[in-house]
């Protein structure tokens, strides 16, 4: 067993990282992305230095635990990201304050509005179309208008 470790050098290193990358593809689940990366380094490191096996697996293992905090830092910032973009995934909610004319009136209650591309249903109070209604609500893919 000591022999294996002796032997480590600076090849073994980048090949354990890209294999642990490549795992990475296989199943991911943002764990062995940083043990490769810890295995890169070391690797990188030993290019330069040409330490002992032990000292390459103190790397290794330096690396790796230093590797949790960079993984918790890279995640809560991507986890922030959303907060510029409050309404992924929620336009109907965007929608609501901002003023439509309508394509079709609202007769019995129901009508609809030109939004972009797609063609709201609305509902409010009768109008004819042309008018210009502000949104109150939203509702699934059914806005409720009135009159702006």
Do not use: H
Not at 104 to 133: E, L, M, N, Q, Y
Request: no cysteine.
């Amino acid at each position: 067993m000591a022999e294996m470790f002796s032997t480590l050098g600076t090849w073994n290193w980048l090949i354990f990282g890209f294999l642990l990358m490549a795992l990475e593809l296989l199943a991911p689940g943002v764990f062995m992305f940083w043990l490769g990366l810890a295995a890169l380094l070391t690797g990188l490191v030993s290019f330069a230095i040409n330490p002992s096996w032990q000292t390459q697996l103190l790397m290794f293992a330096i690396f790796a635990i230093a590797a949790v905090p960079a993984w918790r830092y890279f995640a809560r910032s991507a986890g922030s990201s959303n907060l510029s973009s409050p309404f992924l995934n929620r336009r109907n909610e965007a929608l609501i304050g901002r003023e439509f004319t309508l394509e079709k009136p609202i007769v019995g209650g129901t009508g609809t509005v030109r939004i972009d591309d797609t063609i709201w249903r609305v509902a409010g109070p009768d109008a004819p179309a042309g008018s210009r209604v502000k949104v109150v609500r939203a509702d699934g893919a059914s806005l409720t208008v009135a009159a702006a």
